[in-house]
């Protein structure tokens, strides 16, 4: 069963980059999309962008988050990373990492990321 | 303001079937697949159903998706008390060359 489990500061000052890191375990993590998603605290969900390996790295990005986001990944750690940066009030939300680019079919369990000075 | 538009809410009573609707536009939902997730209080959401009307494994059949040009929805027939949730639809839109979300529709099993 594959499981996903982000990790990162739940703090983040405002105008600082946020810094996630999504472990993934019982499964490959190549040759498959690996996505980051988010939630504002009562709203709904956002797609932040998505990586994709298979010897070649692709990435797509919301192109309204297109110019703050970075998405990677490393193989030998089985991790994918998400950095995000100008972090402002309305970036608060939980981030999820998720297995997938165009359907989304395991979740890791969310992390809330305040920002606040 | 979303560009799928959902409901925000719907309501119906236990063994009943409720539908959930999911507008959007040619460059989304009338080009691509539909998906749907369903999201229980204090958890991630759950895949419901992918490219437009098939169910993941462990997905009840009282769950079921359509679309029909521009427009997809969500069925829930036999109600149940468990199936109190937010429901979101999702479709690629080429436009934006991204994925898009519904706003979102919370259920309310009377």
């Known amino acids: 069963q594959v499981q996903l489990q982000e990790s990162g500061p739940g703090l983040v000052k405002p105008s600082e980059t946020l810094s996630l890191t999504c472990t993934v375990s019982g499964g490959s993590i190549t040759n498959y999309y690996w996505s980051w998603i988010r939630q504002p605290p009562g709203k709904g969900l956002e797609w932040i962008g998505y990586?994709?390996?298979?010897?070649?790295?692709?990435?797509s990005y919301n192109p309204s988050l297109k110019s703050r986001v970075t998405i990677s990944l490393d193989t030998s750690k089985r991790q994918f990373s998400l950095k995000l940066n100008s972090m402002t009030a309305a970036d608060t939300a939980v981030y999820y990492c998720?297995?997938?680019?165009?359907?989304?079919?395991?979740w890791g369990q969310g992390t809330l990321v305040t920002i606040s000075s | 303001q979303s560009v799928l538009t959902q409901p925000p809410s719907a309501s119906e009573t236990p063994g009943q079937r409720v539908t959930i609707s999911c507008s959007g536009s040619g460059s989304n939902v009338g080009t691509n697949y539909v998906y749907w997730y369903q999201q229980l209080p204090g958890t991630a959401p759950k895949l419901l159903i992918y490219?437009?009307?098939q169910r993941p494994s462990g997905v009840p059949d009282r769950f079921s998706g359509s679309k029909s040009g521009t427009s997809a929805s969500l069925a829930i027939s036999g109600l149940r008390s468990e199936d109190e949730a937010d429901y979101y639809c999702?479709?690629?839109?080429?436009?934006?060359?991204?994925?898009?979300f519904g706003g979102g529709t919370k259920l309310t099993v009377l």
């Open positions: 990586i994709y390996y298979s010897g070649r790295t692709s990435t």
């Open positions: 998720v297995r997938g680019g165009y359907y989304f079919d395991y």
């Open positions: 999702a479709a690629w839109d080429d436009s934006l060359s991204g994925m898009l």
């Open positions: 490219m437009n009307n």
